[in-house]
């Protein structure tokens, strides 16, 4: 089984600064066949579900806005908030679908400083 | 549009059993996989199995192995998640969820049905 492993578990930003979230998986999430990272990110907010932000390690979702940013390749994976805002405090989960059991990372909670 | 509506609140004792429901409307249900996730109070996320309505083709997460049954009926648009009977540590929301493959991304989820088991 996949494990992911998420850091840090909290992160303080100033308003407008970066925030950056690390992921790691115990194997390759990269299948070659279909040139693709199996691995996505999702925002979690109190009382809502998750919502897909990132797909496939990079591909921004429809509406996403511009300043969430996927990147990495293979075992690890950054995901990037280019100018925070208040609205981005949230939980966010890193989950990889290259196979069953699928799996999540920890978590990492997002808040302003 | 694709919603995925799930069955209400539940309070339940511990030896009790349950099933909660997860209806999709919006898109052909019958061919894409539910997942279901379970979150514990102010827990991270995790991933208990996922069933094809199509086929009923059904896997299952190692933790979630006979301690739950998960199923669906392609007839009325519904996917189930059931227990035998409930233990104290089962308390948790449940989250019901759509991919397009088994290996894909989950793109809508259910609300969540909260469920609290204790004596």
């Known amino acids: 089984d996949i494990v992911m492993t998420q850091s840090p578990d909290s992160l303080a930003v100033s308003l407008g600064e970066r925030a950056a979230i690390n992921c790691k998986s115990s194997q390759s999430l990269f299948y070659s066949s279909y040139n693709k990272n199996y691995l996505d990110w999702y925002q979690q907010k109190p009382g809502q579900p998750p919502k897909l932000l990132i797909s496939?390690?990079?591909t921004r979702e429809s509406g996403v806005p511009d300043r969430f940013s996927g990147s990495g390749s293979g075992t690890d994976f950054t995901l990037t908030i280019s100018s925070l805002q208040t609205e981005d405090v949230a939980v966010y989960y890193c989950?990889?679908?290259?196979?069953?059991?699928?799996?999540f990372g920890g978590g990492t909670k997002v808040e302003i400083k | 549009e694709v919603q995925l509506v799930q069955s209400g609140a539940e309070v339940k004792k511990p030896g009790e059993s349950l099933k909660i429901s997860c209806q999709g409307s919006?898109?052909?249900?019958?061919?894409?996989?539910i997942t279901w996730v379970r979150q514990m109070p102010g827990k991270g996320l995790d991933w208990m199995g996922i069933?094809?309505?199509?086929?009923?083709?059904?896997r299952y997460s190692p933790s979630s192995q006979g301690q739950v049954t998960i199923s669906a009926d392609k007839s009325i648009n519904t996917a189930y998640l059931q227990w035998n009977s409930l233990e104290a540590s089962d308390s948790g929301i449940y989250f019901c969820a759509r991919q397009v493959g088994r290996t894909s991304p989950i793109d809508y989820w259910g609300q969540g049905t909260p469920v609290t088991v204790s004596s």
């Open positions: 989950q990889q679908h290259f196979s069953t059991p699928l799996s």
């Open positions: 496939w390690a990079s």
């Open positions: 069933v094809y309505p199509g086929d009923s083709d059904t």
């Open positions: 919006g898109y052909d249900f019958s061919a894409y996989w």
